[in-house]
């Protein structure tokens, strides 16, 4: 009987060395850390004002993962790497639609990461030298680039006053004889179908706010607009900038030879008795 204790000890001791044997010590990770990041812009680009909510991390080309700014992450491998930071916005913004904007150029350098220890980085972004703008409204010259429709009883007016964004805003106003605003560029503009296509803006609102395309589409030997609704903006209690992305409709709209851009809101119960009112600024039409 002792012999057989003796066995099982021996055994256990055995198995218990082999492991210990094959233990190896977990890596130590490297941290980065973003508290903010920039957008540098010149005058071909418009306004550097930017909604840049998350990060995508690689390193060494490996996807890390996406992270909200500000962030504190552990990364390996540490030592000498790449780290790249790609801007990621929310499509249309939505928070479930998270993507990489196309037109921002990526941030990366070569560092050293050392075991345990912080690396702190200031991104700063540029637009891509080779996207296009075709259509850029700051509202900063002699008139703007929007023309009432036949739908529409006010216009959009370009105005300076406490709530504008940046100097000049375009500004609307619904009230009890200015029911409906129905406005769209004056001019059309030739989109890609095989690249990504954004509109750019900075709005404040007090009704909902409709943002669409007209496309110049052929109908019994005349051109016509054809009006594709893409998103509607919800009153808002400051500024705010969305990204609002066209690729789709424009991929799904084949008829149409040319765009214009519009904007569309309605006077509601919501808002009876007071002035609602709309401000927009930094549009952006933009794509490669």
């Not at 991390?57 to 790249?84: H, M, Q, R, S, W």
């Not at 609307?172 to 095989?194: H, K, N």
Request: hydrophobic share 35%.
């Amino acid at each position: 009987m002792r012999k057989d204790i003796t066995g099982i000890l021996l055994i256990c001791m055995l198995a218990l060395g082999i492991q210990s044997c094959d233990t190896k010590e977990e890596p130590i990770p490297a941290y980065i850390q973003v508290d903010s990041i920039s957008l540098s812009t010149s005058s071909e680009y418009g306004s550097n004002s930017q909604d840049i909510n998350d990060l995508w991390v690689y390193v060494d080309n490996k996807y890390i993962g996406t992270y909200e700014i500000p962030f504190k992450i552990p990364v390996l491998p540490t030592g000498d790497v790449n780290v790249a930071l790609e801007t990621g916005i929310r499509d249309n913004g939505q928070g479930l639609f998270r993507v990489i904007y196309p037109f921002y150029n990526s941030f990366s350098m070569d560092t050293l990461l050392p075991e345990a220890g912080v690396i702190k980085l200031y991104p700063e972004y540029e637009y891509e030298t080779h996207c296009l703008i075709p259509m850029l409204e700051d509202f900063e010259g002699l008139g703007n680039s929007f023309e009432k429709t036949p739908n529409s009883d006010t216009s959009l007016m370009t105005v300076m006053d406490s709530m504008s964004f940046e100097d000049h805003s375009g500004y609307i106003a619904l009230d009890a004889e200015r029911t409906q605003v129905d406005i769209r560029t004056s001019l059309t503009y030739d989109l890609p179908r095989d690249s990504k296509v954004y509109l750019e803006i900075d709005y404040y609102c007090e009704e909902n706010l409709t943002v669409g395309l007209f496309g110049l589409e052929v109908s019994d030997g005349a051109y016509v607009d054809v009006r594709y609704p893409i998103l509607t903006l919800t009153p808002t209690d400051n500024w705010r900038k969305v990204y609002v992305n066209l690729t789709d409709q424009i991929a799904n709209s084949p008829y149409s030879s040319a765009y214009r851009v519009f904007f569309s809101a309605e006077k509601t119960e919501k808002t009876e008795g007071t002035t609602a009112r709309i401000y927009l600024d930094n549009i952006k039409l933009i794509h490669y």
